[in-house]
């Protein structure tokens, strides 16, 4: 098992920047694969990014070249660099984790694009 716990969410102007960080409370050298998914209101759950533990990346079409995927295997952590936010952005982002073919989830953090 795995406990995934997102920070970094807030309120930002369109055009700016933030970092989401999802800690894990496992070393997650051996997680195959971790995600950042989000929800906006009235919407269904959408995948943002994805990085495998080989480095394979992949991102959502609206997403690719704003936002980078990173981990640090030594903290344990996923990072979501977010650039050039729009209000289209505003939701909730939540952490995944693809553990032996096992989701887990974060509860989330709200990202608030607005001026």
């Known amino acids: 098992q795995v406990q995934l716990v997102e920070s970094g969410g807030g309120l930002v102007q369109p055009g700016g920047s933030l970092r989401l960080s999802c800690a894990a409370s496992r070393s997650i050298d051996i997680i195959y694969a971790m995600a950042w998914y989000r929800q906006a209101p009235g919407k269904q759950r959408e995948l943002v990014a994805r990085?495998?533990?080989?480095?394979?990346?992949n991102y959502a079409d609206s997403m690719e070249g704003r936002f980078t995927i990173g981990r640090d295997n030594d903290a344990n952590t996923v990072y979501l660099q977010m650039n050039t936010l729009k209000p289209e952005d505003t939701a909730v982002y939540y952490c995944?984790?693809?553990?032996?073919?096992?989701?887990?989830w974060g509860k989330g953090t709200l990202v608030t694009v607005s001026s």
């Open positions: 995944h984790a693809d553990l032996n073919g096992v989701d887990y």
């Open positions: 990085r495998t533990s080989g480095g394979s990346t």
